[in-house]
């Protein structure tokens, strides 16, 4: 069955970087939107970054410090953050999809910001 495994989330400061990372398996992950989310505690899971046929979005509170990146060769897809700010303490998911049809998710991986 399709696996999507985050890590690389934890504790940073204000500040501070961190490096996800999104192993897929089973899936032709060339030919996937690859979405990375995030969901606060008490709030709604938002779209924070994507990426397709070398095309990529941002969210707009996270434009010019998060990088989305992705390595076909190895079925990987990365979220450079840089820059954290307490608000983006959340859980970090991975998201796979073609269309609306076809949706895969991870389990997450948590991200805390603060000093």
């Known amino acids: 069955q399709v696996q999507l495994v985050e890590s690389g989330g934890g504790l940073v400061q204000p500040g501070g970087s961190l490096r996800l990372s999104c192993r897929a398996s089973?899936?032709?992950?060339?030919?996937?939107?690859m979405r990375w989310h995030r969901q606060a505690p008490g709030k709604e899971r938002e779209l924070v970054a994507s990426?397709?046929?070398?095309?990529?979005n941002y969210a707009d509170s996270v434009k010019g410090r998060f990088t989305i990146s992705r390595d076909n060769a190895k079925n990987t897809v990365y979220l450079e953050m840089n820059s954290l700010k307490p608000e983006d303490t959340a859980m970090y998911y991975c998201?796979?999809?073609?269309?609306?049809?076809?949706?895969?998710w991870g389990k997450g991986t948590p991200v805390t910001v603060s000093s």
């Open positions: 998201n796979a999809a073609i269309g609306i049809s076809i949706n895969y």
């Open positions: 990426s397709v046929g070398g095309i990529t």
């Open positions: 089973r899936i032709t992950f060339s030919g996937y939107t």
